[in-house]
């Protein structure tokens, strides 16, 4: 399953995200608290058309940029649950229930692009 955010401003500006990188990034987003619970949870299900307005959209990528890049090292990654890793993903698909979070990551560079569609778009929505 994938995630596309259509840029409202511009059909051309897309940011695609897989569900691996986008349920972790959806968690992040969350601990920001600038979206409502119902917005995030739209957010979740790919092909919803849930809108990210303007406002919303830079304040999301000045949170990430300022409060969440800053903890990740330059080959690290963020988990859904906010830890933080310097160990690279070895693609191992974690089925126990209790290492499922494992499987959701993003590395640095994925949150930094995603921080500069959000700060560059005129909001989003997301297919």
Known sequence: M???????????FQFNANVWNWKAALEIVKNLDILS?????QMGYSGTGVRVEIEDAHAIGGA??????????????MFGDLRVTDEPDDMTLHRDD????????????????????????????IF
């Open 2 to 12: 994938s995630f596309t955010l259509h840029d409202l401003g511009s059909d051309a």
């Open 37 to 41: 619970e119902g917005t995030i949870r």
């Open 64 to 77: 990430i940029r300022n409060s969440v890049l800053p903890k990740i090292t330059a080959n690290g990654r």
């Open 98 to 125: 209790d290492d499922q979070w494992k499987n959701y990551s993003v590395t640095r560079e994925w949150l930094d692009e995603f921080s500069q569609f959000c700060l560059q778009s005129k909001g989003f929505q």
